[in-house]
Nanobody
Framework: QVRLVESGGGLVQAGGSLRLSCAAS????????MGWYRQAPGKQRELVAV???????NYADTVKGRFTISKEAAKNTMTLQMNSLKPEDTALYYC??????????WGQGTQVTVSS
């Protein structure tokens, strides 16, 4: 069982920045990838960014150049630096971890609200 704890959400004005963190604990199997999804009211959950155990990362087109995902493998911690935030970035952001057993784990979500 993997426990994911997110932090760092909040309210920010358009053009501002926020930093989300996700700390993973309890995994006895290697975590292959970690990433962030988000879900806005009335919309489907969408992938924001993902990073592999090897450090490769990918981003949704909507956040490329503005968001940066990184990790500290030794601490099983992942962060998402979000710059130049826009009102359309407003959503509930979920951390996830995919382990070598093929199982996905999810955090409880952290709210990001960007005011115009």
């Amino acid at each position: 069982q993997v426990r994911l704890v997110e932090s760092g959400g909040g309210l920010v004005q358009a053009g501002g920045s926020l930093r989300l963190s996700c700390a993973a604990s309890g995994s006895i199997f290697p975590i292959r990838t970690m990433g962030w999804y988000r879900q806005a009211p009335g919309k489907q959950r969408e992938l924001v960014a993902v990073i592999t155990s090897g450090g490769s990362s990918n981003y949704a087109d909507t956040v490329k150049g503005r968001f940066t995902i990184s990790k500290e493998a030794a601490k099983n911690t992942m962060t998402l630096q979000m710059n130049s935030l826009k009102p359309e970035d407003t959503a509930l952001y979920y951390c996830y971890a995919f382990t070598s057993t093929g199982t996905n784990y999810w955090g409880q979500g952290t709210q990001v609200t960007v005011s115009s």
